[in-house]
Each structure stands twice: as C-alpha cells, then as structure tokens.
C-alpha cells in the first residue's frame, strides 16, 4: 500500500522507533507525527501579526535566474542514476513519469481509501491504545537487525553498536520489544536502510518513482528495498518469505496506518496530495542521507537561545 513505502523510507524523525514518519506539507503547513507538537494555524507562535504601518512592498519582478536557480554541481566521482527530467511545471523535481505516477497514486490511495483505512479504523476501535503503542514498540524491535547491518554498511560503528545493545535490552528485558527499555536508559534508536547507505556513498537518487501498492520512491531507493528485503537477518534466520515474514509486513502496514490516521486525513485535504507526498519524500530522504554522510545542516537551537537573558 502507500503506507508500506513511507514506513520503509519516511523515518527522519527522533524517535523512529515509536511514530516513524513525518510528512511535510507544502506551503505554509507541516504534516507531523502522531504526538509530535507541531507549529500549526493552531499555534499562537505559529501566527505572523501583520505589520501596522509599513504598506507591502511591491514583489520583485521573478527573473529566470531567481525562479530556478542552477542545481548546485555534483561532487566529482559520484554516481547518477537520474533520468532526464523533462520541461514543464508539473515535472517536478526529477518526475520525468509524472503521469504513470500520478495514475499509481491515485489507484494506491484510492486502495487505501476503501480498503485500508476502514480496517485501520477497525483497529483502533477494538484495541485499546496501550496494546496498539506496544505492539509497534514491538514491530520496531524487529526492524533493529537490519538498521544495524546498513550502520555497518556505513562504517558507523558507534551506531551499529547502539542499535546492537538496544536489540539486546529490549529482546530480554522488554520481552522481545513489546517494552522499550533501552530509550530511557539514553540507548536511542535510529533507522537505516540500503538505499541510504548507498546515498552515504554518492549513489544520487534518480527518478521519482510510484511503486504500485507500495507507494513513493526513486530509482536508488527501489534498488535499496530490494536488497533489503533479502538481506534482512531475521528473514535469513527464517528461511526466506515465510508466514512469519508476511504477517510482519501486514502487521506494520495495519499499525502504521492505524498510528498515523490524522496524517492521511491531513494529506487527503491538501490541494494536490501527490505534490505532498512527493515533495515530503524527497526531503525527509535527502537529510536520512546527510545525516549519514556528515552534509547535514547544524540548525540553531533556537529554544536555548531564547532562555538567555
């Protein structure tokens, strides 16, 4: 479904481990995770007061050069597996099937629409949310095997061992993860996967791509799920696909789109969902990348700022 690929490639959060995708909206709005404080029309600090006094400047005339700025060169020796994007406004950024892929996300929305989203609901209605919180802590848990195969991918050994010892506490002492003991403790947990492992080594994107029943992607990250889905050690430890393995792909699909309800409520009301979605991707992608490859912007901390006299 659609949920399935922004569960797999949508978790720059900081806490993947409990809620483990945000959407950013465009425009002036921000699609958050489930208990996640957002800076909505809701939001006292969100709100600009209008000037009183200063009449609006007139907008500066658009120029080609302003309107779309020249991409910045890529870095000698990395790998592109872009397509040419064509022409036009509706391309996009890199969206050269912009219309297979608007016709493949209004089947798997349509899908979820009349199909998941009820059972979702269903869900949420019968089970109580403290054994809907802890079956996902649960699910997680068993993604943390494979987060620390692509953190040794990465040479990030500091991180793989983390993701080893939170394994370990919450496999024991959090019986099997249904408890995550380790996050109290300062044992945080991350998520990596191998189409960010090959951004860390300058593998570029690609395409966008809409995978049917699967959801939003790009050529590296189409590459990526795939290695993943046999490389993950508990399927190796199970034989391959198993009954085990297709009831935990069920499993998160249902409990992710029952965590994160509001999200597609949010995301259905938009005036172009695709161009959300899309644009949402891409982004939460690209700093999972930066993150690995030491690119990431050190943003200012703000609150702490604001506590100095």
């Avoid at 297979?100 to 949310?129: C, E, M, Q, S, W």
């Avoid at 399927?235 to 499993?251: E, K, Q």
């Avoid at 699909?253 to 161009?275: V, W």
């Amino acid at each position: 479904m659609l949920t399935l690929a922004v569960a797999l490639a949508l978790h720059a959060t900081a806490d993947p481990m409990i809620t483990p995708m945000p959407i950013p909206m465009t425009g002036d709005t921000a699609l958050v995770q489930a208990g996640a404080p957002s800076g909505g029309a809701g939001d006292p600090a969100a709100v600009q007061q209008p000037a009183a006094t200063m009449p609006a400047a007139p907008p500066a005339p658009l120029t080609p050069a302003a309107a779309a700025p020249d991409p910045a060169p890529a870095p000698a020796g990395a790998m592109d597996l872009a397509f040419p994007a064509p022409g036009g406004a509706d391309a996009g950024p890199n969206d050269p099937l912009i219309k297979l892929n608007r016709a493949i996300f209004n089947f798997d929305t349509g899908l979820d629409k009349v199909f998941l989203a009820p059972v979702a609901g269903a869900y949420n209605a019968v089970f109580p949310k403290f054994l809907r919180f802890h079956l996902t802590l649960l699910l997680a848990n068993l993604d943390e095997p494979l987060t620390a195969l692509n953190d040794l991918l990465q040479l990030k050994l500091g991180r793989m061992a983390t993701t080893v010892g939170r394994f370990a506490i919450n496999s024991s002492i959090g019986l099997g993860g249904f408890f995550d003991v380790a996050t109290p403790q300062g044992i945080k947990g991350h998520v990596s996967d191998f189409g960010q492992t090959l951004g860390r080594y300058g593998v570029h994107p690609g395409a966008y791509l809409m995978i049917p029943l699967l959801g939003p992607s790009d050529v590296r990250d189409a590459v990526g799920r795939l290695v993943d889905s046999f490389a993950d050690p508990l399927v190796i430890l199970a034989g391959g696909f198993s009954t085990f393995g297709l009831s935990r792909v069920g499993a998160n699909i249902l409990t992710f789109r029952a965590d994160n309800a509001p999200l597609f409520k949010a995301l259905y009301e938009t005036t172009d969902p695709y161009s959300t979605m899309r644009s949402g991707y891409i982004q939460a992608r690209q700093a999972q990348v930066e993150e690995v490859s030491g690119r990431a912007a050190v943003l200012p901390d703000f609150d702490s700022a604001a506590t100095k006299p």
